[in-house]
Structure formats: structure tokens, C-alpha cells
């Protein structure tokens, strides 16, 4: 479902170390607790209360003793923090911060192929990736991230189809590791789908002894020539096990490298680059347009203003029993 989002507004350059020590302040004044992805800008994660995944940090929301939530990432993560905290303030530095993954599976669509599958007598389980809005996970049976998927996949019945949604390349890895034939839904994550096979190969030409580590939201292509395959906080722990000082090529979201590098850094990372859809040349690396409308700005604007803040919907009540099944249990 689209959200009815009101523009944001840039403003002029201010010192990153003024906007964290008044961020600092206001997360004490306002009772509140920061949350940030991997995927948004060091300078936000380094001034994180928690930072991780959408598992990690869907998990640790439930554990947060404030008041208030400021959400970093992007839109249904928000939502995510607010369906499992339904009693506290859940702030978001920019509303525009959406996902392509998420967009490209849309809630009225999604309830008529379901029901078009029942009609032809099909009995399937709906398995969502996180990355789906909360009108989304209402309609499904499981939400799963690339860190839980595949325990959660060997839940469902034999006797039941799996249709997976929203993204086709992620849908297409698990049915590979688990072996569960799945309908797929053709979305697909603007970042991970444009990385460039050409590239990669000349990356590693030039870095003998490197590693590929690839999210599986990458395309097929990229995770046949990938020594490891995970989600972003399966790299991380991959890194961090490896003690031998070592060249990874990261074909995820460049901003992981930061978190990456935090955690190993004995180790030389470089981003795997991408294809920019507009004029087909290379770019040096690979940023999710919607983590960067995460700004320390913009973080130290909600605190202070107590919004954009996310607020409850109906249907948020059927998205919490799923994902507290899912994610909790
Ligand atoms: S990197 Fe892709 S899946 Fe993640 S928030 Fe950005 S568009 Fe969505």
C-alpha cells in the first residue's frame, strides 16, 4: 500500500559532531532509543542505540524500555517497531524513505491472486519477506528474513504449497536450499538486482584471493560466483570468523561495509559495483536511495518535533500475530 507521504524538507549544512551531541541530548530529554540499520550512514549507526538486519532489529524493538522509538531505515521497518510496540511513539526521520521490494507487491494485488489460488483449489501457506508493508504481512501466514527463512520454511507442511512474496530472486535461493517448490512473486530490490556480473569477475581478477559474499537478494548470476551467501548479519558473523586477514567483495548495500568493517577489521573490503539502470554505465558502488533520506539531520529533526511519527492502523493487529509467531516464537 502506498503511503500518503508529505515531502520532506533539506536544510542547510550543520557540523555532523553538533547534530550528534544534540541528538545525544534529545534521546535522554525525550526518553527515546535509536534504532539503525546496516544499510544507513555510518555517522547515524555509530550514534545507534541498536544497529543490525530487519531480524535483529525487529527483535531488539521488543526489548526497548523508552518511550519513544526512532526508527533509521526505511518505511516498514518503522511499521514493524510500531506492530510490536503498539503502546510507544515510533518516529522515522524521513516518511519518503520507502523500499522497491516492499512497493512492488502491492496488498490488493496479493489478496487477489490468493484468492484466485484458492478458487482453483490450491492450499498453499503465504510466506512474506519482511521487506512487504504491514497491509502485506496482514494477508500472509509467515514473515521471514534472510536470517530466519529457511527454519521457517521447514515449518510449513509438505502437503502445502508455498507462495513467496515479494522477491523472486530471494524466493528462487530458498527454494533451492530447502527444496520446497514455491509460486514466487516477480518483485525485486532496485539495489541487489543491478550488480554487474562483468565487474564482479574483473574484481576479483584483480584482488587474487579475494572472497564474494552476496546477499541472496542478488540475481542467480551473482550467487553462482559467490563463496558465501547470507543475510547482512550472516556476513557480518562470516567476517568476523574468518581471523586470516582477507579481500571480500560485498555485493549488498555499500553501506554494510561500515558495519563490516567495524566488526573485522583486520580485513580489506570492497563494494561490488552496479549497473545504473538510467544510462547503463558502472557506478562505484551500490546505495539504496531510500536508506539515504536517513540523515543526521533529519534524526535530530523527529526527536526534537516528535515526528513523522507512525501511527497505528487497523490492520496492524493481523500483521502483529504473524510476525510474533514468526519472528518471536
Ligand atoms: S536495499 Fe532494496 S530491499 Fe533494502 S530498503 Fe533499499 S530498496 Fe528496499
Known amino acids: ?17 553538533d547534530l550528534m551531541d544534540e541528538i545525544d541530548q534529545l534521546r535522554r530529554e525525550k526518553d527515546a532509543t535509536i534504532l539503525a540499520h546496516f544499510y544507513v550512514d555510518g555517522e547515524i549507526q555509530d550514534i545507534a542505540d541498536f544497529t543490525g538486519d530487519s531480524l535483529k532489529l525487529a527483535r531488539d524493538a521488543t526489548r526497548v524500555t523508552t518511550s519513544t522509538i526512532v526508527f533509521c531505515g526505511v518505511h516498514f521497518m518503522g511499521e514493524s517497531a510500531k506492530i510490536m510496540n503498539p503502546e510507544k511513539t515510533v518516529l522515522i526521520p524521513d516518511p519518503l524513505a520507502g523500499c522497491s521490494l516492499a512497493e512492488s507487491c502491492q496488498a490488493d494485488e496479493l489478496k487477489a491472486f490468493q484468492d484466485g489460488l484458492r478458487a482453483d483449489g490450491r492450499r498453499f501457506e503465504t510466506v512474506a519477506y519482511i521487506n512487504t508493508s504491514a497491509a502485506v ?46 509460486i514466487l512473486w516477480p518483485g525485486s530490490c532496485m539495489v541487489h538486482e543491478i550488480f554487474s556480473v562483468q565487474d564482479l569477475l574483473r574484481a576479483r581478477r584483480s584482488n587474487p584471493g579475494s572472497q564474494v559474499i552476496a546477499h541472496p537478494e542478488c540475481p542467480q548470476n551473482i550467487l553462482e560466483l559467490s563463496d558465501f551467501v547470507g ?8 567476517v568476523m570468523s574468518t581471523a ?11 553501506t554494510m561495509i561500515h558495519a563490516l568493517q567495524k566488526s573485522a577489521p583486520q580485513h580489506t573490503f570492497i563494494p561490488v559495483p552496479g549497473i545504473m539502470t538510467s544510462s547503463g554505465e558502472t557506478c562505484a558502488c551500490n546505495r539504496c536511495p531510500h536508506m539515504e533520506r536517513n540523515t543526521l539531520q533529519k534524526v535530530r529533526n523527529c526527536l526534537r518535533d516528535g515526528q513523522p511519527e507512525i501511527v497505528w492502523q487497523d490492520y496492524y493487529e493481523a500483521a502483529r500475530a504473524v510476525l510474533e509467531k514468526s519472528l518471536l516464537q
Not at 500500500?1 to 559532531?17: G, I
Not at 586470516?244 to 555499500?254: G, I
Open 231 to 238: 543475510g547482512t548479519e550472516k556476513m557480518r558473523r562470516h
Open 137 to 182: 504481512k496482514s494477508l500472509c501466514d509467515w514473515i521471514v528474513t534472510s536470517g530466519n527463512a529457511q527454519e521457517i520454511i521447514d515449518r510449513i507442511p509438505a502437503d502445502r504449497e508455498i507462495l513467496f512474496v515479494p522477491d523472486r530472486h530471494l524466493g528462487r535461493y530458498l527454494s533451492e536450499v530447502t527444496g520446497r517448490p514455491m
Open 244 to 254: 586470516e586477514p582477507t579481500t571480500f567483495l560485498v555485493a549488498t548495500e555499500a
Open 1 to 17: 500500500m502506498s503511503q500518503p507521504f508529505a515531502a520532506d524538507t533539506e536544510t542547510d549544512y550543520e557540523d555532523p559532531l
